[in-house]
């Protein structure tokens, strides 16, 4: 099959799809029938087929139940319908591993003690309870290992993922998932609407599930149904992998309905240089900025700082807003995005604090770095020149979790007035306020102590560093907030 027939399969996901024909590559994972090829792992909730329709059907005092194909899979793209009780947790395991004996996993330094057949991985979670507010059907959770991802440590606004949740989830009907798993990359649709989209890479292959939740020991919840039908199935390979490779690029650096409503604009259109200009001067770089697939990438300078195409920074000043970027870094590799940036100040020199004729523009900055082999993260004070850190002021949390180099990660910062967060793959790692006493504190022991009002300035621009290694940048987005 060519490769814009499959392209076609992937942008008209959400419409109605022909019979499928063997040459398609899908496979229907249920019969229809019975559950023939299927098997129960976990709790002890019942599974029929009624109609066409596998039901699941919630019963107390046991864990919670997992209905798989006895295969797994790695690259795929996955379809199915279902309709959940709105009392009953439920969701589809993918990527997901049971083992048939109790053992202990380590994840993100942690032991996690597993009971034999239990269950473990990614879940697209169903969640349609609107008595609690959290529509976050189509997010992932990492069932039995590091709990919520999307909304979460890899990113997603709970509150914007809730508010897009409850415009496109339809409640005690038929909803549709869709998931796309390519290598580290994930995404998911409910209802035809983009949810999930994000990397990891802690299990490429594995089982699929579809659960019911446990309801413990409350027997008024005995009988409660999570009921799936239409479940499909296609291992991506060859020029299918390519196909859904060229998908991503064409979905990012784009906004949904959901984030215009909520006021975010694209800070990079994705192809061109509009809306930037060099730190410098008026005009964007001449060299040492690369455009190309959605991706903007400083280009490689063996790590001269602002030596090659030198910093860009946005045409427009920014007060109080949210910026969130994807950023991907190379082995060694040290980059920025700085805020509230002068560039009619002078650079200075990183060690004395002075003026210097060479050197970035002056600017709050969120550090990127490859933590483990640049040197920079051993200089400063208490690594506050590592990943996410307020430059060499204020440092990251330890809980920080940042993907593997050569993965994507997402950067948000959040300013309302004084007040400023820092946050990583979903979950928040610094905070500060720039009028402060605190603030100051840090500014004085800093290289920054010679710049009169450093970071209290009232407005200032978006500026990405060239600091002469490959690092790349997709997905900015800002939207302007009040002070409060």
Not at 23 to 31: P, Q, R, S
Not at 194 to 207: E, N, V, W, Y
Not at 244 to 267: F, H, P, V
């Amino acid at each position: 099959m060519k490769t814009n027939q499959l392209l076609s399969l992937f942008v008209a996901a959400t419409l109605p799809l022909p019979s499928l024909r063997a040459e398609d590559g899908w496979i229907n994972l249920f019969n229809g029938k019975n559950l023939d090829g299927w098997e129960q792992h976990g709790g002890a909730a019942k599974y029929t087929v009624v109609d066409g329709v596998i039901v699941g059907e919630s019963v107390p005092d046991t864990g919670n139940s997992f209905l798989c194909p006895k295969d797994s899979f790695g690259d795929f793209e996955l379809e199915l319908e279902y309709q959940v009780d709105a009392a009953l947790n439920s969701g589809v395991m993918f990527r997901s591993e049971v083992f048939p004996d109790a053992r202990t996993i380590r994840v993100d330094g942690k032991d996690i003690k597993l009971p034999a057949d239990r269950m473990h991985g990614y879940q697209c979670e169903i969640d349609m309870d609107p008595k609690r507010n959290r529509m976050w059907t189509a997010g992932v959770y990492d069932e039995a290992r590091r709990n919520w991802l999307y909304p979460g440590r890899l990113g997603g606004s709970a509150d914007q993922f809730t508010e897009q949740g409850r415009k496109i989830s339809k409640p005690g009907e038929w909803n549709k998932l869709r998931l796309l798993c390519v290598g580290p990359a994930i995404k998911i649709w409910l209802n035809g609407e983009p949810r999930a989209d994000f990397s990891d890479a802690m299990t490429l292959r594995g089982r699929i599930g579809l659960q019911v939740h446990g309801v413990g020991k409350d027997k008024s919840k005995t009988g409660l149904h999570a009921k799936f039908r239409n479940i499909r199935l296609r291992e991506i390979k060859g020029e299918a992998k390519s196909a859904a490779i060229t998908d991503e690029k064409q979905t990012s650096n784009i906004l949904s309905e959901a984030e215009k409503a909520a006021g975010w604009k694209l800070l990079w259109d994705g192809k061109t240089t509009e809306g930037w200009r060099s730190a410098k001067a008026d005009a964007f770089p001449n060299r040492g900025w690369n455009i190309q697939d959605g991706v903007l990438a400083v280009n490689d300078n063996k790590g001269e700082e602002s030596t090659g195409g030198g910093d860009i920074i946005t045409r427009e000043r920014y007060s109080s807003f949210e910026l969130v970027a994807d950023f991907c870094i190379t082995p060694g590799a040290n980059s920025g995005i700085k805020y509230f940036v002068q560039p009619n100040l002078s650079p200075i020199d990183k060690v004395t604090g002075k003026p210097t004729g060479v050197g970035s523009a002056i600017g709050c900055e969120f550090q990127i770095l490859d933590d483990a082999r640049h040197p920079d993260a051993k200089l400063g004070r208490d690594g506050n020149r590592t990943i996410g850190s307020l430059y060499d002021l204020k440092t990251a949390a330890a809980t920080k979790a940042p993907n593997p180099i050569g993965e994507w990660n997402t950067a948000r910062i959040v300013v309302r007035g004084p007040h400023v967060e820092h946050w990583l793959n979903g979950a928040k790692i610094l905070e500060y306020d720039r009028n402060s006493a605190a603030f100051r504190e840090l500014v004085a022991a800093s290289k920054y102590k010679n710049i009169p009002g450093f970071g209290e300035w009232p407005d200032g621009h978006i500026l990405l560093q060239d600091h002469g290694n490959p690092v790349s940048f997709r997905n900015l987005k800002i939207r302007t907030l009040g002070n409060q």
